[in-house]
């Protein structure tokens, strides 16, 4: 099977199985998403859930996020980790959008990025999923399957990054990279791995991988 079939049964594949696609963090404009996204480094989507409406309840705007101190912001986002980074970069940024942007996200991937705690993937995740704007933003199960469907090398996330754009059509970029995500999620992740409930790895999985696989299952029976 080329590259480019294995491709073809991704994209049908998770099309079947996510229609309808959700959004992982719960926001209601821009500014909320960047910073869910932000708090989301090294912290389930889960935990940022829980978090978040504790945070918005006090700021859900830049105007009222600098009105809290960056200790604050802290003691609320504590749970979920990296806090006294996280809570900097949530103060920094929300001074920066009211002294340069009018209180308003900036829909450019260099400007999101010119923000304290803002990265290349949360921005992405932003202009993908506030603006619309074609991205995919790779996260570690997305780094792991492209991997596993033999689509990437897999040596880092730019290179994992770039194979993805250049293998997947662009109009389905910020379908697919949820897709993804939530397939990782639910059928192939990192622990507690079967096969069996994996049918895209199953059908198109890299060879190394599953010989791996199988080695590992044939010592557990």
């Known amino acids: 099977m080329t590259k480019q079939e294995r491709a073809t049964v991704v994209i049908n594949t998770l099309k079947e199985i996510y229609p309808e696609i959700p959004i992982p963090l719960n926001h209601k404009d821009p500014y909320t998403l960047l910073i869910a996204v932000l708090l989301s480094a090294q912290c389930t989507d889960v935990r940022v859930n829980q978090i978040t409406p504790i945070l918005f309840a006090k700021a859900d705007n830049p105007y009222d996020m600098v009105k809290l101190s960056v200790e604050e912001i802290k003691e609320i986002i504590r ?82 990054e770039k194979d993805a754009k250049a293998i997947f059509p662009k109009e389905l970029w910020n379908d697919l990279h949820l897709q993804i995500i939530w397939y990782g999620r639910e059928y192939s992740p990192a622990r507690g791995w079967n096969i069996e409930n994996d049918p895209i790895t199953k059908l198109i999985g890299r060879k190394s991988v599953l010989d791996e696989y199988y080695k590992k299952t044939s010592r557990l029976v």
């Open 79 to 160: 749970p979920c980790g990296l806090s006294p980074m996280k809570s900097k970069g949530i103060y920094g940024l929300s001074e920066i959008l009211i002294a340069k942007h009018n209180g308003l996200v900036p829909q450019s991937f260099e400007a999101l990025e010119e923000l304290p705690a803002v990265g290349h993937k949360t921005a992405s995740v932003v202009m993908s999923q506030a603006f619309g704007v074609p991205a995919f933003p790779v996260d570690t199960h997305i780094h792991r399957l492209m991997y596993r469907w033999n689509l990437t090398n897999g040596k880092n996330v730019q290179q994992t």
